[in-house]
């Protein structure tokens, strides 16, 4: 989605601070047409036009209440990917994926139900995060933070996802910094492993956890059958001990995860992982194909009282986008992804 390398091939003997003005032109001034880029020599604007498009794909769909934005991108290949931009008070949070489908298949995930197809690139990848930085600018606005709770293992797509990070946190690019990532895992245990000793990039690191008894993680996360919880908790220490980063706990709120033994095992396992830590309590999103039901509320309460009395910290979030299909397991890449309520917003 950002043409890189036509790029560098297209500026192949011209002065070397051309490349400090078209990345300029690109993520300080966030142009969207080469013709906007006016620091650079009208033949220069010419060829670059040609051979390195700056147009992104892409239809928009916003939440009523104006919230979330949801961006549906066609990529070269003719895939789609699916990109969210959430609003709340001076933060403007774009939720990335890193892969087209996912082969995880988190029973209570739209984004897994068709499948893996393939790795984001790099480029994709970014290119995700400069849609919203160009749909801000227009707002006097910029992109704060950078999640990948998108479609995808993020950990799987490890390579991609680090080269994405350190180009963002570039002061040439967006100058995001590394506190400003927030990497969402399913509990690839050697990509946390890898990620921990990865030189400067403190990340935050989310755990899809949903469960700490390990039969029912297990059913709710087919494929990671092999990942205890005793070694993710183990992976986490390791984690927080390296980086100091608190690790963000998901636990996704289900009829058959919010009783009483689901608390203790959530209060054993965070004392196993001896690490700072919050649990973020996240609605279940209904889509099709989950039989999965949300506990009712009588149910809801106790458990999160329970939680209260075992002092475990957790919060209940906020379900951004439900509307427009762009809330956390709502994502799936699909071109029929925009339900009634939802407006076009380009
Ligand atoms: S929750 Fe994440 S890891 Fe699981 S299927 Fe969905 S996108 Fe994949």
Redesign the pocket.
Known sequence: MIPLEQIDAAIKGQPSYRKAQIYRALFTNTCSSWREATDLPADLRAQLTQSAPLAIDSRFFESEDERSIKALTRLADGNYTETVLMRAGSRNTVCVSTQVG?A???VF?A??QNGFTRNLTFEEIVGQVLLFARKLKAEDRVVTNVVFMG???PLLNYDNLIAAIRFMNRKDTLDLGVRRFSIST?GISRGIKKLAVEDSLAVNLAI?LHSAINEKRAKL?PVDQRTRTGLLAANLKEYFAKTKRKIMIEYVLLEMNTGREDALALRDFINEMGAAYVVNLIPLNENDGSNHKSPDRRDLYDFKELLTELKINHVQRHSFGTDIAAAC?QLAGRTDASPARTRNAR
Do not use: A, K
């Open positions: 996912c995880m298949g988190c995930c984004s897994g479609i995808g293992e399913s899809s996360m397991g």
